[in-house]
Each structure stands twice: as structure tokens, then as C-alpha cells.
């Protein structure tokens, strides 16, 4: 049987992921603030409280799971930012707002990859995927939400490094965007529903090779440009 970790697990993106890996027979090790939102997923489902930012609780986690091989290794948690609040737009920057978005979308993603790497690779398919932002593009840049598109910019890069850094082991890393999608985040305007993004992700990540390693993708496997 496949493993699969997920952050950000009990709702949107992370909850559907959850959901469909877990119907299709794999062990999902979902972690969450809270596990309400995981009531009633059927499957092999172990849940783990887990606050991303939480660096001391993230290491206890990785070591409770010591001996464990997780296959898939899914970075989901992120955040956009206040909603309605002018702490991003240029003359109203919010140092305080800033921080937060970094801590959660770009230094979290990068200390779970580092806790869990020796998990990821004793497994079999040994995948990292971060899920990223076209925001974080500086090619299709359009300006605005400095502080969200910077923090994506930046996990690309950290992923970008880590593919080089671990490509030698057989681990490949991906940074995956899953479109604009209705979430709480993405609003519901976004063209993309949740049913139409997620299995289109799960799809793409079965289908990574060694020689997707350190690609910056969107949901569908369309490459995107840095």
C-alpha cells in the first residue's frame, strides 16, 4: 500500500486530496490544526494535529513516524492573506501580515520537506509536491498582493533547490498549481471547481518521473513559466 501525507488537510484542496487518496486504497496520513473537518472520510485515514508553523510538534511528528515510507509527500497548507485587508497593497504594507504569509507559505513548506525527507526516501515513488501559485510567476506577473505572490515566487525557488539537492537520491520535486479554484481562498468566481483541480493533481502526480523533477506545473501537468 501507497502513503501519502498531506498538510492542510481538513478542508478545500487538502480535504479533497484526502478523500480521493483515500478511496483509491492508499494510507493517508492527513494533518490538520483540527481533524473536524476529516469526520466521515472514509479509508485508511490516520489523522494528525499539526500546526504547520509549529516546528517542535512538526519534528515530534516526524519522529513518532520514524521507520514509516511516504510515498507522496503533499505540501498543501497556505494561506492568502487577510481578506478585504489593504496590508498587501503598496502604501499600506503590513510588516505583521507579511510575516505571516512567509511563515506559513514558504517556511513551513520548506521544514516539513526537511523533517519528512528521510520518510519520503525509503518509499517507493519518493515524490515532494508543493502546492504553489501561478501568482508566484514573475514571467506573468501583473502586479499586486505583493506579500502572497512573493511567498509563492519564494517556495518555487525552494523547491527549485530542493530538487537539486535531492535529485540524486530519487526523490522528485514538484511545485504544483492547482488552478484558480473555489475555495476559500480562491472565491467563488474562480472558474475551477474543487472536483475538477484535485483529481487533475492526483493524476499529474502519478504521473511524475525523475525527469519532471524540479518542474513548476499547473494542476493539469501544463508547464508554467518561472
Not at 466521515?40 to 516546528?55: F, I, R, S
Not at 498543501?76 to 504594507?93: E, K, T, V, W, Y
Not at 515524490?127 to 511567498?151: H, Q, W
Request: charged share 20%.
Amino acid at each position: 500500500m501507497s502513503t501519502v501525507l498531506i498538510t492542510g488537510a481538513a478542508r478545500g484542496l487538502g480535504l479533497e486530496f484526502t478523500r480521493l487518496y483515500a478511496a483509491g486504497d492508499w494510507k493517508v496520513m492527513a494533518c490538520a490544526r483540527t481533524p473536524d473537518g476529516l469526520k466521515g472520510v472514509e479509508g485508511d485515514v490516520q489523522h494528525h494535529a499539526l500546526e504547520v508553523t509549529d516546528y517542535k510538534a512538526m519534528k515530534a511528528l516526524a519522529r513518532k513516524l520514524d521507520g514509516e515510507a511516504i510515498d507522496v509527500l503533499i505540501c498543501n497548507a497556505g494561506i492568502g492573506g487577510s481578506r478585504g485587508s489593504p496590508g498587501q497593497d503598496l502604501g499600506g504594507f503590513d510588516p505583521g501580515e507579511w510575516r505571516r504569509i512567509f511563515e506559513v507559505n514558504t517556511l513551513a513548506p520548506l521544514m516539513m520537506a526537511e523533517a519528512f525527507v528521510e520518510h519520503v526516501a525509503r518509499s517507493k515513488e519518493r515524490k515532494m509536491v508543493a502546492i504553489t501559485s501561478v501568482l508566484g510567476s514573475l514571467a506573468s506577473n501583473n502586479g499586486g498582493r505583493y506579500f502572497y505572490r512573493a511567498s509563492k515566487t519564494a517556495l518555487n525557488m525552494e523547491w527549485n533547490c530542493l530538487a537539486r539537492d535531492l535529485g540524486s537520491r530519487g526523490i522528485t520535486c514538484v511545485a504544483l498549481h492547482p488552478g484558480w479554484v473555489q475555495t476559500d481562498m480562491g472565491g467563488g468566481t474562480a472558474p475551477l471547481t474543487i472536483d475538477q483541480s484535485v483529481p487533475a493533481m492526483v493524476k499529474t502526480i502519478a504521473g511524475f518521473k525523475p525527469s519532471d523533477n524540479g518542474r513548476y506545473l499547473q494542476y493539469d501537468g501544463t508547464e508554467l513559466p518561472w
